[in-house]
């Protein structure tokens, strides 16, 4: 009986020490640095991941109740009121210079990862969004300045062009379309497009890690190994750009405030802007990326690996 009694004890303990060792090891506590990292892309994502529609919704809204204002109340002089301030001259009138600048870096960098390294597709088939936006900045903004000089006169007759005419301290009486609120908006819905590739990123960590990934998306190992290296050493560089997009998003947006609150155009002229940047959006990345004809760019987040929801 003893012997019996023995044995069941020393199953029992096998048993018990057996469904410990089962039990998953406890996570190593979250570093400092990891955790304020963690917050910080997560309030960067609350800025960069409102859905496009709304905030074409909002800017529009915005345009039109800030114009009203405006019309109404006379806003004091302050440094905002001023067009030559600081802010306005370096960073709004080359505002699209700077969203060039980092929307290039974040798109190379995370199609860089999702093509394995391979970056001729990247370019041809992702860079190439910002030749089109580039485009429409270009086209547009010199479009403004032809309607007004075409339309405008001067309170002065005899002055037919509008650079004499300012010059001899008259006023030009045009329809000066206001290409910082086209600008602006422009440049919001932009990157609001490009980020959403980032909304999954964490997804495609975790992707990276199936041991089964290579025949699950019909790629080679080496492309998988290369795309994995990839995400473990570019990911830090393309959160801190994420940051940067996220920085430059609300400065954008707030510039875009103060261009509406304050007289510098009719409201009728920010409105006009406004609803052309919304068409310029509308027929890039609802006409052109999802007509899926080979000569255009592909749309944000489209890769071999495909690890995101297109439409």
């Given amino acids: 009986m003893e012997t019996r009694s023995a044995s069941k004890q020393r199953n029992f303990a096998k048993n018990d020490t057996s469904r410990k060792s089962r039990k998953k090891p406890l996570p190593e506590p979250t570093h400092v640095g990891h955790f304020i990292s963690i917050l910080i892309i997560s309030l960067c994502k609350k800025i960069l991941h409102i859905d496009t529609e709304v905030k074409i919704g909002i800017y529009l809204g915005g345009v039109l109740i800030g114009s009203v204002f405006s019309d109404i109340i006379s806003l004091p002089k302050t440094y905002f009121s001023d067009k030559k301030n600081l802010l306005n001259q370096f960073f709004v009138h080359f505002g699209f210079g700077w969203t060039f600048l980092l929307l290039t870096g974040y798109i190379f960098l995370t199609c860089f990862v999702t093509y394995s390294g391979n970056w001729k597709p990247v370019i041809r088939k992702h ?4 030749v089109i936006t580039t485009f429409w900045w270009y086209a547009m903004t010199n479009t403004f300045s032809y309607i007004d000089k075409v339309v405008g006169v001067c309170s ?4 037919k062009k509008k650079y004499d005419c300012l010059k001899a301290g008259r006023s030009w009486l045009g329809f000066d379309i206001s290409g ?29 890690k199936e ?19 990839f995400y473990r050493n ?20 707030i510039m875009l405030v103060t261009s509406v609150v304050y007289r510098f155009h009719t409201m009728t002229q920010k409105i006009a802007a406004a609803v052309v940047s919304v068409v310029c959006w509308f027929i890039t990345y609802r006409v052109i990326l999802e007509s899926k004809v080979d ?11 495909n690890y995101m929801k297109l439409k």
Avoid at 234 to 253: G, N, R, S
């Fill in 127 to 130: 860079l190439t969004r910002l």
């Fill in 156 to 159: 002065l007759s005899s002055h």
């Fill in 180 to 208: 910082h609120v086209f600008l602006l908006i422009h440049n919001l819905l932009t990157i609001s497009e490009e980020v959403k590739s980032f909304k999954n990123w964490t997804k495609l960590g975790a992707m990276l």
């Fill in 211 to 229: 041991e089964d990934l290579p025949s699950k998306k019909n790629l080679s190992e080496l492309q998988i190994s290369q795309a994995r290296i």
């Fill in 234 to 253: 570019l990911t830090p560089v393309i959160k801190i750009i994420i940051v940067l997009l996220a920085l430059w998003t609300l400065f954008c947006e």
């Fill in 295 to 305: 000569v255009f760019p592909v749309q944000p987040g489209q890769s071999p690996l």
